[in-house]
């Protein structure tokens, strides 16, 4: 998937019958905008039972979205990899850092509640001092435990 998503998404067009799985490379996604959201929830109902949903390389918008948006995402859905933003406050240098399932969060399963590990700080590529997390991070994975 590239550019924005909304009413005139490709995605939302292409017949889903039969399908066993859905891999969605989100890497160029820009942006995500109000009708768009409607549509994706549309087409989330869309999707088989048994169709498994992979989006890797999830911009920060669309794991926002599935944090927020009741319906954005449904139990068949994963996202495996999702950029979080992280800031240095010694030099304004700014760096998205590709968190992935299984190393930096884990979604709850069962009893099991819903963990993220993501790093509280990476070293600034520019002065090499500690970067940190430029989002609540409770809020940015709370899609983990919907």
């Known amino acids: 998937m590239s ?33 768009g959201i409607k549509h994706w929830i549309m087409w ?15 911009p920060f ?3 926002t979205q599935a944090s927020m948006v009741v319906g954005f995402t449904k139990s068949n859905m994963k996202i495996e990899s999702y950029k979080v933003p992280y800031i240095c406050n010694e ?14 969060y884990f979604y709850a399963v069962g009893s099991k509640l819903a ?19 430029d989002f609540l991070i409770d809020k940015t994975f709370k899609f983990l435990s919907v």
Not at 16 to 34: C, H, P, Q, R, Y
Not at 45 to 50: G, M, N, R, S, V
Not at 91 to 104: H, I, N, R, S, V
Request: aromatic share 4%.
């Open 91 to 104: 030099c304004g240098a700014e760096q998205l850092y590709l968190a992935t399932m299984g190393k930096d």
């Open 44 to 58: 989330t109902i869309k999707i088989p039972a048994d169709c498994k949903v992979r989006m890797l390389n999830c």
């Open 115 to 133: 963990q993220y590990p993501v790093p509280e700080t990476l070293p600034c590529p520019k002065c090499k001092k500690p970067m940190e997390q």
């Open 61 to 63: 918008v669309i794991g």
């Open 3 to 35: 550019g924005p998503i909304g009413e005139t998404t490709a995605l939302f067009t292409i017949p889903m019958a039969g399908l066993k799985e859905i891999v969605l490379d989100m890497n160029d996604v820009s942006f995500i905008n109000s009708i």
